[in-house]
């Protein structure tokens, strides 16, 4: 049992929420302590106001899943939302209740309608992407311009055409 302050203060929620979920009736282990007042007098059980707080729902993805879904590099997911190809706000992670940076998951679906990686080119065709990156610029396949060190990306309108000509074909098909 730990006082509605500190608890608020463990779990980085208001202690308006906690005081609120106590006036429901969703707190039932709340324990007043008659040497002290206010907020610091009531004390709740930690874990029962865990399970009666509702969960945080992100609209995102954190920066590393991002990454992994595009299947570029950490440092490139930075640059995608410095350019506006990406969106990213500012949520709470549901169990540590901390604020993160995440990338808004309606912004990866414009990226992914509108823009290819080589990554996902290279898993989709079961090459290695350094050797395939290579291989489409020597045939006049070329990324959008990106700065040293950043994952190539691809603008989709007209790439299955350019790469049937540069000779590329799915596995498994003739």
């Known amino acids: 049992m730990v006082s509605i302050v500190d608890a608020s203060r463990r779990i980085r929620c208001p202690s308006s929420k906690i005081v609120d979920l106590i006036l ?19 004390k709740v ?13 992100r609209q995102g993805v954190t920066k590393g899943q991002a990454s992994k879904m ?10 995608f939302i410095e350019k506006g190809l990406l969106a990213s706000k500012r949520v709470r992670n549901p169990k540590s209740r ?9 912004s990866i679906d414009r990226f992914q309608r509108k823009y290819e990686t080589l990554g996902q080119l ?14 489409l ?19 989709r309108k007209g790439l299955e ?14």
């Open 137 to 155: 610029e020597a045939k006049g396949v070329c990324p959008c311009e990106t700065p040293q060190g950043f994952s190539w990306y691809y603008e």
């Open 45 to 57: 059980n930690l874990s029962e106001l865990r399970r009666a707080l509702p969960p945080i729902e």
């Open 24 to 42: 429901k009736g969703r707190l039932e282990s709340v324990w007043k302590d008659e040497d002290l007042v206010g907020l610091a007098a009531f």
């Open 70 to 79: 595009l299947r570029v590099t950490y440092p490139t997911i930075n640059y």
């Open 161 to 174: 055409r350019r790469l049937k000509r540069a000779g590329l074909r799915l596995p498994g098909s003739q």
């Open 98 to 106: 901390q604020f993160l940076q995440a990338v808004c998951s309606d």
């Open 122 to 135: 290279a898993y989709r065709y079961k090459r290695a992407s350094g050797p395939l990156g290579c291989h």
